[in-house]
Every structure is written in structure tokens, then in C-alpha cells.
């Protein structure tokens, strides 16, 4: 039961440090938008290995829920972040035709 | 601690500015209006908390009437209640302020609900007693704010916020990973039993100190401390007077409230000198780097701004000495002064945002070489900006000068007589800065006609300067018995 | 070339980027190890399975989403929104996409209807199996995106003055109801045990509202479009373009 859950959770902690890289290293705002959910998909599968009791027992519902709560707000982040990512594009857009 | 009338404040000061955002949104009509009622009824609540505190000491309320484990818990001690009190007074100044600073319909209607919202944020932060809930409250606030600095619609506006919302989800992001940590180690997400667990399992000291490092990284992300601050002078330079002066004086803040607190009620059994050191060190080079650049700015905004810098960096060098000093009166006094100089800053950058926002809107610029001529146009602003600077500064009787004299008094008693000459080139570098502002602008022109000129926007920027001044300054003495009922000592 | 060494430069930065982020998984893989041989194995589990009788909702998850820990979901909603209302504060709407054919009409009528009954299906099975507001009202908003993407500049969403008071509802109804208990005595989101249900279906309701409309509303990017904007009667029923190409069988009697 451990091992499953190391190997899981593990594999989330992988994920988290590749988001970080790829958001450290990478310039264009998607892929620093796309970096930064795969780093916060780490943190959420980690919390989902945790919830895990084995087979026997139902998993905690606790990291759950909270793995739902994280995702809607990430997903309202990420909609403010492409938003204004769009925006910075059209004043760009308007710099360049002036 | 059970009676629901004692704990009802704990409730309001956050479901009063979350009702009031949403009356906001859904009448954008009568948004002014709405607006200011919530923001007197919000300031009301957080009145109707200090007292609460002030007279039976800590509140703490377990929401939902389940175990302490498993549900949320809002807690407000001294130290919460002290800064809550700052927050909702400067938020009331500001909202005020707001009243007069937006002209355009559809601008008035998107600055209320995001305010509003921040506002709620804010005080569910100081309030949190769980360690995900203070997630939820760090995402809102970090949204929000973007989102309101972002206001302007310029293309700098735009680019510096939308650097500081993603900043903000990769400190978010890494405190979670701390939170998942803990929970895998302890088995709840309640501040207190946490702490709790913690001290009791001497044995986990590893996880335990990689959790509080990635939650003190991503809060100091947010909190901008050098070098993570690099983020901070261009999204706070070039949002709205008003969002400016939320940002820098309770935002910032807002984060470094919430690392004080893990170092001080979670962590206590396990922060030693080597990380305080280190946090203070980065704190020092903050104050110094800081204050250089605000003295080199350009424009007076951005010179509020890397002051902010500086000012935050002073609320570092205190955990070193917290961590020399044993338990006591002498450790009391540190709290204090700490709180002190936090809630001067807090009430003095508001000021000087809000008058800079009022010398930008006169002038059409805040080019700090231009200004000549402003304290004969403007004098009460002018005189804001004198006030809040000399509280920058540190002079006697401002709130920050008894702050900055106990921390020097603290830090030669524990023999670490580095930071006073931290202290007193910090000091110095401020005055260079607030007096290059103010030997432009009193140019010499004609004696002005009338001292307010527009008493809306000019008396919240006033009132706060002043509290920053003399009254925290000549009536702290409350804040030690406001510390003495918290329990802001920790485990000690 | 004059880039040649800054390239080679940032590639080292990278490389020594990927070295120490390389240490800090390894690092911290090792901390988690320690961490689940902790011994705090139960954690929350046996509690939250223990006090499932007196939550009102048979499925654990729901009753942490909506009970031990609903503060924390109506702030969660509260982050919606303002994420919402800061997309709203960038200015309005891109017009929009043109018109849909014939062929993505048709499977549009088909599938949008489908999607507000299987949304309807998750948020009352949310109660006792997997489900609840956030799958409904991510279904929901959804069948928005695809209405957009049909064609309907406002994702089949009423007008601004409406869409405000939806959006704030989850909110609104979470916050009435928390402070209608404290009213009560019952303290804030404090449900009784035998109201625990409807109070919980009610905001579970109100909130799959506002989350569908604010993820609907997100996509369309912008303040709404005004009402001159939307297609109006006449425009859909002379939709389905040229009767000919149109997948429906005519309507006889119209």
C-alpha cells in the first residue's frame, strides 16, 4: 500500500519540479501559464496519494475535497491570467500598428 | 469563548465586505453608495473585534460546531486584532478616497466588487486558524489584487500585474505543497493541533522543516523580500492611487502576517538561528537596496514603492532577535515594536499613496523633478506627504520611531549590533528620499490660498498620515496590553 | 554573432537550473517518504466517516465540500468570481464567433440539451456517489462554450443586469444561509442536523448556477455583449439556414 502511494505521490513531486522548471526557464507567457498548472497538478496528485488507504478501505475524503477546491481555484487563475495576457497582446498589437 | 455574541465579529469582518461585494456586482448602479456603507459596516466589525479582544482575550471559533480536526477554525488574538484594526481604518480612508478618484462608470463599477473582495480576503487571512483555508484566502487575495491593479487598462499596468498574479501562484502553489506535507505528516490542517503535533514529534524535524521552507518561500514571494521583489515597484507604481495605497500598505503586509505567524505559533519548536539569520540578512540587504532605489526613482509613485521594499525588509530583522530573546517583558517589547512599526507603514505608505495619487491627478504627472510649486497648489497633500514621510523615516513621535528604537535597544542587548548600522543607513538613505520630494515640492511660489483644497480625496490622505504620526506614536501603550491578552508569544 | 554567447549563457542557467530543481525533487521525494511513515495514517478519514450520519449527504467528499469545511468553499466561490469580475474590468467581449452551419447547429441542439440534464443528474447524485455542484456546473458551462462557440456571442446567457445577480447567487445564497444560522443561534454555516439536507441541496444549487455561468461567462472574455448583440427570435428560427441542408424535419404548420 505504501509503495503505491510512494510512486504516486512521487511521480506528483516530479511534476511539481518540472512545472517549476518550466516556468523558471521558459519565456512565452502560455507556456509559463501551462507550467504553472502542471506544477500545481503536482501538488494535487500528491494530495490524492495521501488519500489513499488501500484497497480495503475507503480513501480520506478530506484531500479530496481540497484537491476540488484547488482546482477551481486554479482554474479561475488561470482565466484572470489569460485574460490579461490577451489584453497585454492587444496594446502590444496596437504599439506596433501606431 | 462560546458566546455567539463575543465570536459574532470574528464572522462579520468577513461576511460583511463578501455581502457587500456582491450587492456591489449585482447593482453596479448604486456601487458608490453600496459600497461605502459596506466599507463603514466592514470597519465597524473589525471595531466590534479589537473591543472583543480587548476585553476577554483570544477568540476562537470552530465553524460548523464539528471536532477541531475536522473543521475550520477562525481565530483572532492580539496580534491579529491589532493589525485587523490598521487594515479596516486604512481600508475605510481608502474607500472614501475612492469615492472621489473614479469618475468613469464602467471603471467605479469594476473597482468596488474586486475591492470589496480584497477587503474579505484580508481579514479571512488574519482570521484563519487552518492552514488550507489560508490557501484559499492567499488565491483571493492574490487574484483580486492583480485583477485591481490591472485597473488602469495601460499596457505597464497590465504587464507588471499580470508578472505579479503569476509570482503570486508560484508562492501560492509552493505554501500548498508545505500544507500537503504537513497533513501527510500530522493528520490535520488546524493551525493549533498542528502545532501541536509538531512539538510533540521532535523526530519529524525534517519534514517539518521542508514544509516551513516552502511556505516561508512562497509567503516571502509575496511578501517581496529581496530578491524575490522585483515584481513589487512596477505593479504597485502603476495601479490607481487608491490600489496602489492596498497593495503596498496592507497586502504586502498581509504576507508577512502570515510568515510571522507560522514562525511564531507552528514552527516554534523548530526554527532556529541559521534560517532567522538568513531571512533577516535578506531583509537588511531589502532596506538598504530598497531605499537606494527609491532614493534614485524618478517618479514619485515608484519611489513609494521600492520605499515598500525597504519597509518590509525592517519587519525581518526582528525574527533573529525574537529567536534571541528568551520569553519575558524584553521579548514582549520586541513584539510590540514589531507590530508598531507594521501598522505605522501600514497607515503611512496608505497616505502617501493616496496624496501621490492626488498629485498625479493635479498635476497630470508625478514626474518628482516637476513638481515644483506643489505645497502652494496642494498644501494639505503636501503636508500628507511630509507626515507620512517623517513616519518613513522614523522621527520622533512617530509609531516607527519607537519601533526602530527598541528594535536598535533589542538588538545590542543580544550582541547583534550589525543590524543598528542596518537600521541607521536605512534611516538616513529615508530621509534623503522624503526630503528630495519634499525640497521640490515646496518651490517657491506664492503662500497658498487655502489649505484643503478638495476635502474628499485630501482628508484620507491626511488622517492616515497623521495616525502614522502622532497617534501610534504618542498612544501606543494599548498595543502591549492588546499583546499581553494574545497569545502572539506562541508556545514559549 | 553577437547572441551566440548570450544563448550559450542562458542554456548554462538552464542546465544549472534543471541540476538544482533535480536535488530539490529528489529532496523532497525523501521528505515525503518520511512524511507518510509519519504514522499519521487515519488522519482525517475515521472522523470524517464517523460524523457522516449527522451531515445531511451520504458521500464524504460532498459532506467536507459542504459541511466540515464549507467556509472554505464559499471562499472558493468568492475566487470565482473575482476572477470573473477582473476579466470584466479588461473591457468587453471579442465579438465572437460567426454563425454556425447547419451540421454543428444541429448536433449543438442535441448535445446542449444532454449536457443541462446529465448537469442536473451530477448535481443531485452529488448527495450520496461522486458529483456535486462544481462537476454540474463545470457541465454547464460547458454547454456555454459550446453554445459560443456556435455562434451566440453571449453563450446562450441572459443580459448583463441578469448575468450579474446569477453570478453572485452561489455566494449569496452560501453567506445568507451561513449568517441565517448564526441568526438562529445555530452559529455560522452550523446546519441543524435535520435541515442539513435541503439547506445544503439549496446552495449546492445556487452555486452550480454561478459557477456554470461564471465559467460560460469567462470564455466568452469580456464584459457581455449588449442586447443588439444577441440573435433575436427571428434570428433562430430562421436559423437552421436553407430548410434543404437542415437536419431536422421540417416542422409542419409553421
Given at each position: 500500500m505504501l509503495t503505491a502511494q510512494f510512486l504516486y505521490g512521487g511521480a506528483g513531486l516530479a511534476l511539481f519540479v518540472l512545472g517549476l522548471w518550466s516556468f523558471l526557464v521558459h519565456e512565452p507567457l502560455l507556456r509559463k501559464i501551462i507550467a504553472l498548472n502542471i506544477t500545481g497538478a503536482g501538488v494535487f496528485h500528491v494530495l490524492i496519494a495521501i488519500a489513499y488507504r488501500g484497497d480495503a478501505a475507503p480513501p480520506d475524503p478530506v484531500p479530496h475535497a481540497l484537491v476540488l477546491t484547488g482546482i477551481v481555484v486554479a482554474v479561475s487563475a488561470t482565466a484572470l491570467a489569460l485574460m490579461l495576457g490577451a489584453r497585454l497582446q492587444d496594446a502590444e498589437d496596437e504599439d506596433r500598428s501606431r | 469563548m462560546s458566546d455567539p455574541l463575543m465570536t459574532a465579529p470574528l464572522v462579520l469582518c468577513i461576511a460583511l465586505p463578501l455581502l457587500g461585494a456582491?450587492?456591489?456586482?449585482?447593482?453596479?448602479?448604486?456601487?458608490?453608495?453600496?459600497?461605502?456603507?459596506?466599507?463603514?459596516?466592514?470597519?465597524?466589525?473589525?471595531?466590534?473585534?479589537?473591543?472583543?479582544?480587548?476585553?476577554?482575550?483570544?477568540?476562537?471559533?470552530i465553524l460548523g460546531g464539528w471536532d477541531a480536526t475536522l473543521a475550520i477554525a477562525l481565530h483572532a488574538d492580539g496580534l491579529a486584532a491589532a493589525l485587523i484594526l490598521m487594515v479596516n481604518l486604512v481600508g475605510l480612508g481608502i474607500s472614501v478616497y475612492a469615492t472621489d478618484y473614479f469618475h468613469d462608470r464602467l471603471r467605479v463599477g469594476a473597482f468596488w466588487p474586486l475591492w470589496l473582495l480584497l477587503w474579505a480576503a484580508l481579514n479571512g487571512l488574519f482570521l484563519a486558524g487552518d492552514l488550507f483555508n489560508l490557501y484559499v484566502m492567499l488565491e483571493l487575495l492574490g487574484i483580486a489584487a492583480a485583477a485591481l491593479g490591472a485597473l488602469t487598462g495601460n499596457r505597464d499596468a497590465v504587464a507588471a500585474n499580470l508578472r505579479y498574479l503569476l509570482v503570486g501562484l508560484l508562492g501560492s502553489i509552493s505554501y500548498l505543497l508545505g500544507v500537503a506535507l504537513l497533513y501527510t505528516a500530522h493528520g490535520t490542517l488546524d493551525l493549533g493541533l498542528v502545532a501541536q503535533r509538531i512539538a510533540a514529534a521532535p523526530e519529524l524535524f525534517a519534514v517539518d522543516a521542508a514544509a516551513m521552507t516552502l511556505m516561508v518561500a512562497g509567503l516571502a514571494l509575496k511578501a517581496a523580500l529581496f530578491p524575490l521583489h522585483f515584481w513589487l515597484p512596477p505593479a504597485h507604481a502603476n495601479a490607481p492611487a487608491p490600489v496602489s495605497a492596498a497593495l503596498s500598505a496592507l497586502v504586502v503586509k498581509a504576507a508577512?502576517?502570515?510568515?510571522?505567524?507560522?514562525?511564531?505559533?507552528?514552527?516554534?519548536?523548530?526554527?532556529?538561528?541559521a534560517a532567522a539569520m538568513l531571512l533577516a540578512s535578506l531583509g537588511a540587504v531589502a532596506i538598504v537596496w530598497g531605499s537606494w532605489r527609491a532614493l534614485r526613482a524618478e517618479r514619485l509613485k515608484l519611489l513609494a514603492a521600492y520605499s515598500t521594499v525597504a519597509q518590509i525588509g525592517y519587519l525581518f530583522l526582528f525574527l533573529p532577535l525574537l529567536t534571541a530573546t528568551p520569553p519575558g517583558p524584553a521579548r514582549d517589547d520586541l513584539l510590540a515594536a514589531l507590530l508598531l512599526m507594521a501598522l505605522t507603514h501600514g497607515f503611512a505608505k496608505a497616505g502617501f499613496f493616496l496624496a501621490a495619487?492626488?498629485?498625479?491627478?493635479?498635476?497630470?504627472?508625478?514626474?518628482?523633478?516637476?513638481?515644483?510649486?506643489?505645497?502652494?497648489?496642494?498644501?494639505?497633500?503636501?503636508?500628507?506627504?511630509?507626515?507620512?514621510?517623517?513616519?518613513?523615516?522614523?522621527?520622533?513621535?512617530?509609531?516607527?520611531?519607537?519601533g526602530k528604537w527598541l528594535l536598535m535597544q533589542s538588538a545590542i542587548a543580544t550582541g547583534q549590533w550589525w543590524w543598528v548600522v542596518v537600521v541607521t543607513t536605512g534611516s538616513l538613505l529615508a530621509s534623503a528620499y522624503v526630503f528630495r520630494v519634499l525640497s521640490r515640492a515646496f518651490g517657491l511660489e506664492p503662500t497658498p490660498v487655502r489649505f484643503v483644497t478638495d476635502a474628499r480625496a485630501e482628508v484620507p490622505a491626511l488622517t492616515l498620515a497623521l495616525v502614522s504620526v502622532a497617534v501610534l506614536g504618542l498612544a501606543s501603550g494599548p498595543l502591549w496590553r492588546l499583546l499581553e491578552l494574545g497569545s502572539a508569544g506562541g508556545g514559549a | 554573432m553577437s547572441a551566440d554567447p548570450g544563448a550559450a549563457r542562458r542554456r548554462d542557467l538552464s542546465l544549472l537550473l534543471a541540476v538544482l530543481l533535480a536535488l530539490l525533487g529528489v529532496a523532497l521525494t525523501i521528505i515525503y517518504f518520511m512524511a507518510l511513515q509519519?504514522?499519521?495514517?487515519?488522519?482525517?478519514?475515521?472522523?470524517?466517516?464517523?460524523r457522516l450520519p449527522g451531515t445531511g449527504v451520504q458521500n464524504p467528499v460532498t459532506a467536507v465540500l459542504l459541511n466540515y469545511r464549507a467556509y472554505d468553499t464559499l471562499m472558493e466561490l468568492a475566487v470565482l468570481l473575482a476572477a470573473l469580475l477582473g476579466i470584466w474590468s479588461?473591457?468587453?467581449?471579442?465579438?465572437?464567433?460567426?454563425?454556425?452551419?447547419?451540421?454543428?447547429?444541429?448536433?449543438?441542439?442535441?448535445?446542449?440539451?444532454?449536457?443541462?440534464?446529465?448537469?442536473?443528474?451530477?448535481?443531485?447524485?452529488?448527495?450520496?456517489?461522486?458529483?456535486?455542484?462544481?462537476?454540474?456546473?463545470?457541465?454547464?458551462?460547458?454547454?456555454?462554450?459550446?453554445?459560443?462557440?456556435?455562434?451566440?456571442?453571449?453563450?446562450g446567457l441572459p443580459a448583463e443586469?441578469?448575468?450579474?445577480?446569477?453570478?453572485?447567487?452561489?455566494?449569496?445564497?452560501?453567506?445568507?444561509?451561513?449568517?441565517?444560522?448564526?441568526?438562529?443561534?445555530?452559529?455560522?454555516?452550523?446546519?441543524?442536523?435535520?435541515?442539513?439536507?435541503?439547506?445544503?441541496?439549496?446552495?449546492?444549487?445556487?452555486?452550480?448556477?454561478?459557477?456554470?455561468?461564471?465559467?460560460?461567462?469567462?470564455?466568452?472574455?469580456?464584459?457581455?455583449?449588449?442586447?443588439?448583440?444577441?440573435?433575436?427570435?427571428?434570428?433562430?428560427?430562421?436559423?437552421p439556414q436553407p430548410p434543404a441542408s437542415s437536419p431536422r424535419p421540417p416542422v409542419p404548420g409553421r
Open positions: - | 456582491l450587492l456591489v456586482t449585482a447593482l453596479p448602479r448604486w456601487s458608490v453608495s453600496l459600497g461605502i456603507v459596506s466599507a463603514l459596516a466592514t470597519a465597524g466589525a473589525a471595531v466590534a473585534l479589537t473591543a472583543a479582544v480587548w476585553q476577554q482575550g483570544t477568540l476562537h471559533l508577512f502576517y502570515l510568515i510571522l505567524r507560522l514562525w511564531l505559533d507552528l514552527f516554534w519548536p523548530i526554527t532556529g538561528m495619487g492626488l498629485v498625479q491627478t493635479h498635476a497630470g504627472h508625478d514626474r518628482i523633478d516637476d513638481l515644483g510649486g506643489t505645497a502652494q497648489r496642494l498644501p494639505a497633500t503636501t503636508f500628507a506627504i511630509a507626515m507620512a514621510g517623517s513616519a518613513l523615516i522614523g522621527l520622533p513621535p512617530s509609531g516607527s520611531f519607537i | 509519519a504514522g499519521a495514517a487515519p488522519r482525517l478519514a475515521d472522523l470524517a466517516y464517523a479588461l473591457g468587453p467581449a471579442a465579438p465572437g464567433f460567426q454563425r454556425s452551419g447547419a451540421v454543428l447547429a444541429g448536433m449543438v441542439s442535441w448535445i446542449v440539451p444532454l449536457l443541462i440534464v446529465t448537469g442536473g443528474y451530477l448535481l443531485w447524485v452529488g448527495g450520496y456517489a461522486p458529483g456535486g455542484a462544481f462537476q454540474a456546473g463545470a457541465l454547464l458551462g460547458a454547454a456555454g462554450v459550446i453554445v459560443r462557440l456556435a455562434g451566440d456571442p453571449r453563450a443586469a441578469a448575468q450579474r445577480w446569477l453570478l453572485v447567487l452561489g455566494v449569496l445564497v452560501f453567506t445568507l444561509v451561513g449568517l441565517g444560522l448564526m441568526v438562529f443561534g445555530a452559529g455560522f454555516l452550523t446546519y441543524p442536523p435535520k435541515l442539513a439536507k435541503w439547506l445544503i441541496l439549496a446552495i449546492e444549487m445556487a452555486a452550480t448556477v454561478a459557477i456554470a455561468v461564471a465559467l460560460a461567462a469567462a470564455y466568452v472574455g469580456g464584459r457581455p455583449p449588449g442586447p443588439e448583440a444577441r440573435p433575436t427570435a427571428a434570428d433562430e428560427d430562421a436559423e
